[in-house]
C-alpha cells in the first residue's frame, strides 16, 4: 500500500494574485488536479491525503478522483509543517513501514513514466528517493550585493523535484526533528538527510516544473498541451 501526500496549503505569494496558484486554471483543470491525477494514476497508489490552508476557500471538496480516496486536513506555516501534519492525518492502517509519496500540488506536469520510476528504484533502496535533475547552468555564491564569490561545480549537483518517497516512519521521525530543531527543510529529503541518511536521486524530467511565476503557467500549458505518458 502507497499513499500519496499532496501539500496545498502555500499561499502562492512570489506568483501574486488572489487566487491561489494550485487553483489556477490550466489545460482545462485546476493546477492542483493535474497534480493530484498524476499520481492517482499509477496503479500502486491507493490514495492521497491533500494539506489545505486553515482559510482555503478553493477546495472543490473532492472526496475521490478516479476512484481513489481524496482525505484533507489543515497544513502548517511552512510546506513541511503541511507535509507533517499530513503524515500525521493518515489513517493508522497506514503502517510505519508503508511508502508514502510527497508531490507538491504545484507541480502539474509530472510525467508517468518518472513516477513509475521513482516507485520502481526508490522501493528497492532502504532509505527512499526523490526524482532530481542534473543541474545544467554553471553557478554562482553571491555575497550580499551581488558580487560572485566563487563557482559551484555543478558536476554533483542536482535539483530536487517531487515526487518524493519515504516510509512513513522515518519521514514522520525526519520532520518532526526538523520541527524541533526550527530548521527550515524545504524538501522531505533534507530532512531525511539531517538524520544521516542518504536518500536516492532519481533522474526525472526539467519539464517537471514548479508553478512559481505566471510565466511558469504559460510553460506547463504548453508542455500538458503534448503527450505526458
Ligand atoms: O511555496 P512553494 O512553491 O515552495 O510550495 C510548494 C508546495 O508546498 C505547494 O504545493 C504549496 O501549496 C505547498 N505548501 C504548503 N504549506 C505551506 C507552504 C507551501 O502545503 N505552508
Request: aromatic letters at 4%; a neutral charge; proline letters at 6%.
Amino acid at each position: 500500500m502507497t499513499w500519496a501526500i499532496v501539500p496545498a496549503a502555500g499561499r502562492g505569494s512570489r506568483f501574486g494574485g488572489a487566487t491561489p496558484k494550485q487553483y489556477l486554471p490550466l489545460a482545462g483543470r485546476s493546477v492542483i488536479e493535474h497534480s493530484l491525477r498524476a499520481v492517482l494514476d499509477h496503479p500502486d497508489v491507493d490514495g492521497v491525503m491533500v494539506a489545505l490552508a486553515q482559510d482555503d476557500g478553493a477546495w472543490p471538496g473532492w472526496r475521490e478522483i478516479g476512484g481513489k480516496p481524496v482525505l484533507t486536513c489543515v497544513g502548517g506555516g511552512e510546506r513541511a509543517d503541511s507535509v507533517l501534519a499530513a503524515v500525521q492525518a493518515l489513517p493508522a492502517t497506514i503502517s510505519e513501514d508503508q511508502w508514502l509519496l510527497v508531490h507538491d500540488a504545484a507541480r502539474p506536469c509530472l510525467h508517468r513514466q518518472d513516477l513509475a520510476r521513482l516507485l520502481a528504484e526508490g522501493r528497492e533502496d532502504a532509505v527512499g528517493a526523490l526524482l532530481a535533475a542534473p543541474v545544467r547552468d554553471t553557478l554562482k555564491r553571491a555575497d550580499d550585493r551581488q558580487h560572485c564569490l566563487g563557482t559551484e561545480p555543478r558536476e554533483s549537483l542536482w535539483r530536487a523535484l517531487t515526487p518524493q518517497l519515504f516510509r512513513r516512519g522515518s519521514l514522520e521521525r525526519a520532520l518532526a526533528a526538523a520541527q524541533r530543531s526550527g530548521i527550515k527543510v524545504t524538501d522531505e529529503a533534507m530532512a531525511i538527510e539531517r538524520l544521516g541518511l542518504k536518500p536516492r536521486l532519481v533522474e526525472g524530467r526539467d519539464d517537471n516544473l514548479k508553478i512559481t511565476t505566471p510565466a511558469d503557467l504559460a510553460l506547463a500549458e504548453f508542455i500538458l498541451s503534448r503527450a505526458i505518458g
